[in-house]
């Protein structure tokens, strides 16, 4: 009797062991990835689930870094981000490491979901588009326009009258900056307000913006070279 006690005290004590070696240390912080604002980032909660099971919500504190310890295993990590939509980050968990960092971007847009065409994908040779920006606040007014038109199937944009041919990247610049604007979660009261007109032929679009989060035309000028 006395030597089954014995090996199931060694049982227990091993077991507790090899579960100690396997949780890690987890943080997970809170950013706009694209330094759009300087102050802190904030999500109401974000959801942990370990293989495919629902594990617990979270509820971070505005600016500070949640610190977890989890076992070794697949885990997604559910959040939403400042368009509303729920994103999905995925981390694997194989060895015992004190270093893991996952990085919940607020701005991040998810454009596989999307169904909605750029007007620079509309765009035909000869053709222009006219973006106004014009910010508001307490303090500042300030205005500042682009065109981008097409010639000979190339993409070319004038800012103060400075004209320049952009590159694919800074294309691809225009239809986040388009289809980001579209979807803006318009639910803030920032005494800040932004509005955006979009000129396409016959067509123009105006959105108003009072986030103070999203910043899509000062993201677009430094994407374009313009800070």
């Not at 227990?12 to 396997?22: E, H, M, P, T």
Request: proline share 2%; aromatic share 12%; charged share 30%.
């Amino acid at each position: 009797m006395k030597k089954n006690l014995t090996y199931l005290f060694f049982a227990i004590f091993l077991s507790c062991f090899d579960r100690n070696a396997k949780v890690n240390t987890v943080r997970i912080a809170t950013e706009f990835c694209k330094k759009r604002v300087n102050y802190p980032p904030y999500i109401k909660k974000f959801d942990i689930f370990h293989e495919s099971t629902f594990l617990k919500t979270f509820k971070p504190k505005s600016g500070k870094t949640s610190i977890l310890k989890l076992e070794n295993g697949k885990y997604k990590i559910k959040y939403k981000n400042m368009f509303d939509q729920i994103l999905e980050v995925d981390l694997n968990l194989s060895e015992k490491e004190d270093n893991n960092e996952v990085i919940l971007c607020l701005d991040v847009f998810n454009k596989n979901s999307i169904e909605y065409i750029p007007m620079i994908d509309k765009l035909r040779n000869n053709e222009e588009i006219i973006f106004n920006w014009e910010s508001i606040g307490c303090a500042h007014k300030r205005f500042s326009q682009i065109i981008l038109s097409k010639r000979n199937n190339r993409y070319f944009i004038e800012i103060l009258k400075e004209k320049k041919q952009i590159d694919k990247q800074e294309i691809e610049a225009f239809r986040n900056f388009e289809i980001e604007l579209m979807n803006i979660n318009l639910k803030a009261g920032c005494t800040t307000e932004d509005k955006y007109t979009i000129q396409y032929k016959e067509q123009e679009v105006i959105i108003y913006d009072d986030t103070c989060r999203w910043n899509g035309f000062m993201v677009l000028m430094n994407e374009l070279g313009r800070n």
